[in-house]
């Protein structure tokens, strides 16, 4: 495998270590970012560590957290438009009820297409 960056090195006893920094994003990750991540690292480690030592493990987790997002509201509104709530004045608790359960078919999509895969 050959690397074609330059790595600067520091000695450390016997040892030369690579000076390694990584490229965080200054926007913290959100819920489906946290949530790939956690995947990545207990399911799918070579290919996090790859990542992670690339320095490209945060632009995707950013790309699947902007990802998701916009999957979830696009997926709401098709459900609602399939399945209207009810009226939210006169049924709260039936609203409640109805975007509560959208919102967990959604997230079930995003989950099984985007984090999971």
């Keep these: 495998m050959n690397m074609s960056s330059n790595l600067n090195y520091t000695q450390t006893g016997d040892y030369l270590?690579?000076?390694?920094?990584?490229?965080?994003?200054?926007?913290?990750?959100?819920?489906?970012g946290r949530l790939r991540?956690?995947?990545?690292?207990?399911?799918?480690?070579?290919?996090?560590?790859?990542?992670?030592?690339n320095g490209n493990l945060y632009p995707h987790l950013m790309e699947v957290e902007q990802t998701?997002?916009?999957q979830m509201q696009q997926t709401?509104?098709?459900?609602?438009?399939q399945t209207p709530a009810p009226d939210k004045e006169s049924?709260?608790?039936?609203?409640?009820?109805?975007?509560?359960?959208?919102?967990?078919?959604a997230e079930e999509l995003v989950l099984n297409e985007l984090i999971y895969s």
């Design 17 to 32: 270590l690579p000076n390694l920094t990584l490229n965080q994003p200054r926007k913290p990750l959100g819920k489906y």
């Design 37 to 53: 991540r956690t995947y990545l690292k207990d399911h799918r480690p070579v290919l996090y560590n790859t990542m992670l030592l």
């Design 68 to 70: 998701a997002e916009s």
């Design 76 to 81: 709401m509104a098709q459900l609602l438009k």
């Design 91 to 105: 049924q709260q608790m039936a609203w409640v009820q109805h975007m509560n359960s959208l919102k967990a078919q």
